[in-house]
């Protein structure tokens, strides 16, 4: 597949260019009629980008442009314009153009407008391949991303230890992905057709510890009005995953103890023994044999968890890692939201790389998700700026027109004859701002 068709009838124009795609490394496919551009199409497929101008012989750059359409309505056009077809270019803007340029411009100023053409055909690929398989209901598997030698040799334990029964620990800061591995290892294992459950030991009262984790029978005790099947019990065959294992009670530490050694449960007010076949995987953030050395964890139940202990390093550390993370959330949350991912800036991502991240992945994840649905990287906690490293009263007033733009394409549902009439501008005054700020009346559409 090619990344580009350029169109133009002017020999001279297609010579300078290919020369232009050529040094850029983008592959390329010319052509001096609309005839014989469609005609390759059809027998090699679409490429990522068509470049055509409007004035061609024969068939015009506009047909083109709702022929492309037809066939792909996420395929980005772009139109070369002369000084009198500028009405024409905003009328095919509104029938789905992607962008147009004005007669003459540099080369610099096309390459740019292909790549970010490039980018955006690529992101909505990825995407309507991730939507594809979220409808159909296959699940994407935990993945354990990243290409750092910490992340790879973690992937490598996981695949070590993955199919076995020993019982796992996990160490790592909040956000680093803890259930994720867990999830991982759960998935890689036999046990996977059975149930995961998680549970957070810090979120249950001590007073129902035993019953959540044990079940218990009906009457056992006040309020227990029907028999209920514990976590223990209900993960049977399967995975049972322990996060915030240190802020277990020291009381519910010793049955525990017991229940990893013996593998057998009773229900709260039970006398039978269930016998148990699970794996457990415990999470902590805290150093569990420092904690033992203190008194606030059992040193026996530390060394019966720490089996296998696989260290998930935080975020800070693994910095490479960052730019294919935010994209993998990115097309995640475009997703299941429903809307466009479009690329980040080389600005933003040195924001990204730049930032401490004390939330770690988790933190990264949201800040993925406000980027789909705000169209824009926000401040992130504790910095006080990464939207741009300049703060011109220029910058400013665009930032605030394209927020109003924004705000109003929201409001009316993509519409832009009422963003029109919200903000009091012509059609093609307001083409120009959306072009001039990357936004894209698709994005904003209801359903």
């Known amino acids: 597949m090619y990344d580009v068709f350029f169109i133009d009838d002017e020999p001279d124009m297609r010579l300078a260019h290919e020369q232009s795609f050529e040094l850029e490394d983008i592959s390329a496919q010319f052509f001096p009629d609309a005839e014989s551009a469609l005609i390759a199409a059809k027998n090699d497929g679409l490429p990522y980008v068509v470049v055509t101008d409007i004035c061609l012989p024969g068939i015009s750059g506009q ?127 036999s046990r996977r057709e059975n149930n995961f459950v998680a549970v957070n030991c810090g979120a249950v009262p001590e007073n129902l510890i035993e019953s959540e984790l044990y079940g218990h029978e009906k009457g056992s005790f006040t309020g227990a009005e029907t028999k209920r099947i514990g976590k223990f019990e209900f993960a049977q065959g399967g995975t049972l995953f322990l996060d915030e294992i240190e802020s277990m009670p020291m009381q519910a530490q010793i049955r525990l103890l017991r229940v990893l050694q013996e593998r057998n449960i009773e229900r709260v007010g039970s006398n039978l023994e269930i016998p148990l076949d699970i794996r457990v995987i415990a999470a902590t953030k805290v150093d569990l044999k420092q904690a033992a050395l203190e008194g606030t964890f059992r040193q026996d139940l530390y060394y019966r968890l720490n089996v296998v202990t696989l260290d998930l390093p935080p975020l800070r550390e693994r910095k490479e890692d960052i730019p294919a993370l935010f994209h993998h959330f990115l097309l995640v949350a475009a997703a299941r939201y429903k809307k466009a991912a479009t690329s980040l800036a080389q600005t933003e991502l040195q924001v990204l790389i730049s930032h401490s991240w004390p939330g770690n992945v988790r933190e990264l994840r949201n800040a993925a998700e406000r980027f789909v649905l705000l169209g824009k990287l926000v401040q992130l906690d504790g910095d006080s700026d990464n939207t741009s490293t300049a703060s011109s009263l220029a910058e400013q007033v665009a930032e605030f027109e394209r927020s109003a733009i924004e705000q109003a394409l929201i409001e009316c549902g993509g519409s832009i004859k009422d963003t029109m009439a919200i903000l009091n501008l012509a059609r093609k005054t307001l083409y120009d701002k959306m072009q001039r700020y990357d936004l894209d009346k698709e994005n904003y559409k209801l359903g």
């Not at 003459?104 to 970010?116: A, G």
């Not at 391949?129 to 750092?148: C, D, F, S």
């Not at 973690?154 to 993955?162: E, G, K, N, P, Q």
């Open 63 to 189: 047909a083109l442009l709702n022929s492309f359409k037809n066939q792909d309505t996420d395929l980005p056009v772009i139109l070369i314009t002369g000084h009198g077809d500028i009405s024409m270019a905003v009328q095919s803007m509104h029938d789905g153009a992607y962008d147009f340029i004005e007669k003459p411009f540099s080369n610099e100023r096309l390459i740019d407008t292909v790549k970010r053409a490039i980018d955006k055909r690529q992101l909505t690929e990825e995407n309507k391949q991730l939507k594809q398989a979220l409808k159909a209901n296959k699940t994407l598997g935990p993945r354990v991303i990243g290409e750092t030698d910490s992340i790879q040799n973690l992937r490598d334990t996981i695949t070590h230890v993955a199919d076995t029964n020993a019982d796992i620990l996990l160490f790592g800061e909040t956000g680093t992905g803890k259930e994720l591995v867990a999830r991982s290892l759960h998935e890689q294992s």
